[in-house]
């Protein structure tokens, strides 16, 4: 069974930095996209940040230069390194994988890590 854990969210003042990790484990036979979102209250869930199996990255506008996506693929871990964080990054953030197991090929999602910036 596929699972993606998350952590690395909390309270940050307004400026400073946050890094989320998100690891994939169970039966994976091959990771290709990964990519975090976001949903703050009221709003749609949206791309923040998206990596590819081969590193091509891309970024949301209200993101770019200070949000840095990388992955490990050694440890199918996706990283988001957060920095100059702002009150309006404030929302639940998710992690998406596009993951091949031995039986089909399927987005999952991690349960999701809270990220409140004060300002």
């Known amino acids: 069974q596929v699972q993606l854990v998350e952590s690395g969210g909390g309270l940050v003042q307004a400026g400073g930095s946050l890094r989320l990790s998100c690891a994939a484990s169970?039966?994976?036979?091959?990771?290709?996209?990964m990519g975090w979102y976001r949903q703050a209250p009221g709003k749609q869930r949206e791309l923040v940040a998206a990596?590819?199996?081969?590193?091509?990255?891309k970024y949301a506008d209200s993101v770019k230069g200070r949000f840095t996506i990388s992955r490990d693929n050694a440890k199918n871990t996706v990283y988001l390194q957060m920095n100059s964080l702002k009150p309006e990054d404030t929302a639940v953030y998710y992690c998406?994988?596009?993951?091949?197991?031995?039986?089909?090929?399927?987005?999952?999602w991690g349960q999701g890590t809270q990220v409140n910036v004060s300002s």
């Open positions: 990596i590819s199996s081969g590193g091509s990255t």
């Open positions: 998406n994988a596009n993951i091949r197991t031995t039986f089909h090929v399927y987005n999952y």
């Open positions: 169970g039966g994976i036979f091959s990771i290709n996209a």
